[in-house]
């Protein structure tokens, strides 16, 4: 069998063009020995793992490996699978080129071939510990290190943008995107986990996602938006999990051990917006 790092090597050179130099922006002209380098000369290596670490500088991520393996259980559990039949269903180039921007612990991707996504798909993130745990868990998706602001991506090039609860940026976006690609994106609904709102003692202004559908609807000519709604049971050994997964399960004193024996489902409220 082909070491991971053999593997990601074959994967760069067969699909050279949808990367670009972090640095100087031209493309990378030769892979070899493990390290790809641009017509500027600047190089990057591959990492053991098979993944490309295409950052300029280190990022600051609040996940930690805790935290990431927390939402690496919860994904496994099938907690997304409902929105990820989805997605699927909604992606028009199955064999097209995929790039999961913001792809954490890499999950999705990794469900979603198995979905009968049959084109290169490319995951990234900018946290390091997310990666390498995405690496070390999934095969067939190629995972990166890189920050959407600099984005190591060749322009024009990608059929579906796939953007799951994770920041956008559109002038990237329609950099990145073929002419009929479709940039999907899933933003929370207000209902998104109401139980655990309902039982934290500090209240919060109730959520909106007014703001950033009306930036999708405002940037994209042709948009389609799916509602997704569905309900899952939290087994007890689940709740951790799920609660180290949420933001708004952290820093939670006080009443932490009683919405761990009270929260015993969650409801999933998401929007999908379609864009081309
Ligand atoms: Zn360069």
């Known amino acids: 069998m082909l070491k991971k790092i053999d593997k990601a090597e074959s994967f760069v050179r067969e699909h050279r063009q949808l990367f670009q130099c972090p640095v100087c922006?031209?493309?990378?002209v030769t892979v070899e020995d493990h390290h790809i380098t641009c017509s500027k000369d600047h190089r990057f290596d591959l990492s053991k793992k098979g993944t490309l670490h295409?950052?300029?500088?280190?990022?600051?991520?609040?996940?930690?490996?805790?935290?990431?393996?927390?939402?690496?259980?919860?994904?496994?559990?099938?907690?997304w699978h409902p929105l990820l039949q989805a997605i699927r269903s909604v992606i028009k180039h199955p064999e097209g080129t995929l790039l999961d921007v913001g792809c954490g612990e890499g999950a999705h991707s990794a469900y979603l071939r198995g979905q009968g996504i049959t084109g290169p798909i490319i995951a990234f993130d900018i946290s390091k510990e997310g990666i390498n745990l995405a690496a070390g868990s999934y095969e067939d998706v190629f995972f990166a290190v890189a920050d959407l602001a600099h984005s190591p991506f060749a322009s024009g090039q990608y059929d579906t943008i796939l953007n799951i609860l994770s920041p956008s940026n559109?002038?990237?976006?329609?950099?990145?995107?073929k002419k009929d690609g479709q940039v999907i994106k899933v933003v929370p609904n207000p209902d998104y986990l109401k139980e655990l709102r309902a039982l934290k003692k500090e209240k919060e202004t109730p959520y909106s996602n007014e703001r950033v559908v009306q930036k999708f609807e405002d940037h994209f000519?042709?948009?389609?938006?799916?509602?997704?709604?569905?309900?899952?049971?939290?087994?007890?050994?689940?709740?951790?999990?799920?609660?180290?997964?949420?933001?708004?399960?952290?820093?939670?004193?006080?009443?932490?051990e009683e919405i761990i024996t009270k929260l015993n489902e969650v409801t999933v409220d998401l929007l999908i917006l379609i864009g081309e």
């Open 170 to 177: 559109y002038s990237e976006f329609d950099r990145l995107l």
């Open 221 to 256: 000519d042709d948009v389609e938006k799916i509602t997704i709604t569905y309900t899952v049971d939290l087994f007890e050994d689940m709740v951790e999990d799920f609660m180290n997964m949420t933001p708004l399960g952290w820093h939670i004193d006080k009443e932490y």
């Open 54 to 79: 295409l950052l300029m500088k280190p990022a600051q991520s609040e996940y930690t490996r805790n935290m990431l393996l927390s939402r690496q259980r919860i994904a496994q559990s099938g907690f």
């Open 25 to 28: 922006s031209e493309p990378f």
